[in-house]
């Protein structure tokens, strides 16, 4: 811990001009006075730390001292910046904050404000993200009850082993007792997480994603839709990956490549909430398959 705290000290130093003891003090948790002591073994490692009297006083690393930051260049420092801070809003790891300014001292152009990411985790899924993590690195089994993509109830016992951001939402891959084989499931489905006190020895490995592999390829289809001139923004915001053809009356046409379109729930969901302003162009069966659904609607309020 003593080391962590020195070497967080150092990268500190390198990114401000002057720190007061008081304030690394209050950040690391310490007395004032192991801070002195933690400077004093910094010194004697070779890092030219001054002090400076008065008011504003504090401890700094004397200008010109350089760092070699030759391991690593500016473009990708501000990528990894960019990616921990997004990880550090979510997870609330101090550890991650340290490494940050780590890394902002490597940067000497200083432009990692460039580019923000904000992978948009609610309060909930991320106290349940920070426990599955602490649950992957503590090896403990987890339970908790899970909704299918068929709607349907279960309870799961699970060897966790990795956690993904994709398509827009968290998954965790585990292995799961009940099966007894390895599954995936999605974060924002998972209710009353429990981390257990029993632990797994197993070192498992990490899933490789098979998402787009030759044989899922051949099963997607195009899903081409008409969209009126009014529905523009709302499409664009949910197929900005989608092929886009302008017609003359401003109306668009997109073109998006979909797995199994036809069972496709999360698709038609989508359709649905764009209302009158999109019609389905091909394939023909998914107009059928929306107005059915849509019927299913008209008959909950059949009473209203």
């Known amino acids: ?57 504090g401890f700094g690393i004397i200008k ?53 990411v904000d992978l948009e985790s609610h309060r909930t899924e991320a106290h349940s993200l920070i426990g599955l993590r602490n649950a ?9 009850d899970y909704v299918s993509s068929k709607n349907e109830w279960t309870s799961r016992e699970i060897e966790p082993i990795h956690i993904q951001y994709k398509f827009r939402n968290w998954y965790l891959y585990g292995y799961c007792k009940e099966r007894g084989n390895y599954r995936e499931f999605r974060v924002s489905r998972m209710m009353n997480i429990t981390l257990t006190e029993k632990t797994f020895a197993k070192n498992h490995d990490v899933k490789r994603d098979t998402s787009f592999s030759a044989k899922n390829l051949e099963r997607f289809e195009d899903v081409v839709i008409w969209v009126s001139r009014d529905s523009l923004v709302e ?43 999109v019609k389905i162009v091909k394939p023909v069966e998914l107009q059928t398959v929306l107005v059915d659904e849509a019927k299913k609607i008209i008959n909950v309020y059949r009473d209203v």
């Open 136 to 144: 992957i690195q503590e090896k403990r089994i987890i339970r908790f």
């Open 235 to 277: 499409v664009l915001d949910q197929f900005q990956h989608a092929s886009k053809v302008k017609n003359s009356d401003g109306s668009m046409t997109f073109t998006i490549s979909v797995y199994q379109p036809l069972h496709a729930r999360w698709l038609k969901s989508i359709l649905l909430s764009f209302g009158s302003g």
């Open 1 to 57: 811990m003593k080391l962590e705290r020195l070497i967080s000290i150092i990268f500190k130093l390198l990114n401000n001009e002057i720190l007061s003891a008081s304030r690394l003090a209050d950040e690391f948790q310490v007395s004032s006075r192991t801070i002195y002591r933690d400077i004093e073994a910094i010194c004697a490692a070779g890092i030219p730390v001054v002090s400076y009297q008065g008011t504003n006083g």
């Open 64 to 116: 010109g001292y350089k760092f070699d930051k030759s391991l690593i260049g500016s473009y990708d420092l501000s990528n990894l910046i960019t990616v921990l801070r997004s990880l550090s809003g979510i997870f609330e790891d101090k550890t991650i904050d340290h490494t940050i300014e780590r890394l902002k001292s490597l940067d000497p152009s200083g432009n990692n404000g460039i580019l923000s």
